[in-house]
């Protein structure tokens, strides 16, 4: 089901009868406890889960995202594109699975600032192709607000836009990837004033010097594989639906 890992022989046996899943992350900083590619990770992981319970295989992510807003720029280690290049990538592998065979695609977004130039790309890749079927998903969009409810009980929510290397994202690598995360360095942390505009380049006060704009403490392996449950429940669903 990994696409990288499959011989051209095996490839070319399964494009066409699968659902094809392309996740999208990023390269950007996710405070002292998490690594550079937590929206790569949650994204390919619940991918491959989604695979054992239909016939999909998963592409190589796109590792790079759109630029992190809310001062996530300043941190060493976010690395992203400009729009026009996240356009032009994901048209590319879109276009080039298609030409294999590949006629259903769920794009599996793993960070908020993509959502744009993914959309942008399946609308350009739409005008060229009338046959296929491309959906666009954010994992967060498919939490329930009961299940909101659920895991930020003690901690309360503080909005998906705050909701960066917090609970819902330490808990889902803890369950996933536990080798990368430094439990020791876990921790709450806000920035002085939020403002609800941008401002460019981003005033110090607007960023959490951790990079940890909410409380990270209140994540656990255990809300992790609730949540991942979840959200792959609510994946399959529709992709049976749509695709
Ligand atoms: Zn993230």
């Known amino acids: 089901m990994l696409v990288e890992h499959m011989t051209w022989e095996e490839y070319r046996d399964e494009v066409a009868r699968r659902i094809i899943i392309l996740p999208v992350g990023s390269l950007e900083q996710h405070g002292p406890h998490l690594p550079l590619n937590v929206d790569v990770v949650i994204p390919t992981s619940l991918a491959k889960t989604v695979c054992e319970e239909l016939d999909g295989m998963v592409l190589p992510p796109i590792s790079y995202g759109y630029k992190a807003q809310g001062g996530g720029q300043l941190f060493p280690g976010t690395t992203s594109l400009d729009g026009t290049t996240l356009i032009n990538l994901t048209l590319d592998i879109l276009r080039e699975t298609y030409r294999h065979g590949g006629r259903r695609f769920l794009v599996l977004n793993g960070h908020y600032e993509n959502t744009a130039f993914v959309t942008e790309a ?65 921790l709450d942390d806000q920035s002085e004033r939020m403002p609800k505009y941008s401002v460019f380049p981003p005033p110090d ?23 991942a449950k979840h959200v792959v429940d609510a994946i399959v669903q529709i992709a049976r639906q749509e695709l």
């Open 205 to 227: 006060d607007t960023l959490p010097k951790s990079g940890v704009p909410y409380k990270a403490t209140h994540a656990s392996r255990e809300k992790g594989e609730q949540l």
């Open 122 to 186: 399946v609308e350009l890749f739409g005008r060229a192709v009338n046959d296929a079927t491309v959906v666009i998903l954010s994992w967060w969009d498919q939490v329930s607000d009961e299940m909101v409810d659920e895991l930020f009980a003690e901690a309360g929510f503080p909005g998906w836009e705050l909701e960066h290397a917090a609970v819902t994202e330490t808990s889902l690598v803890q369950y996933f990837a536990p080798e990368l995360v430094r439990e020791d360095r876990i």
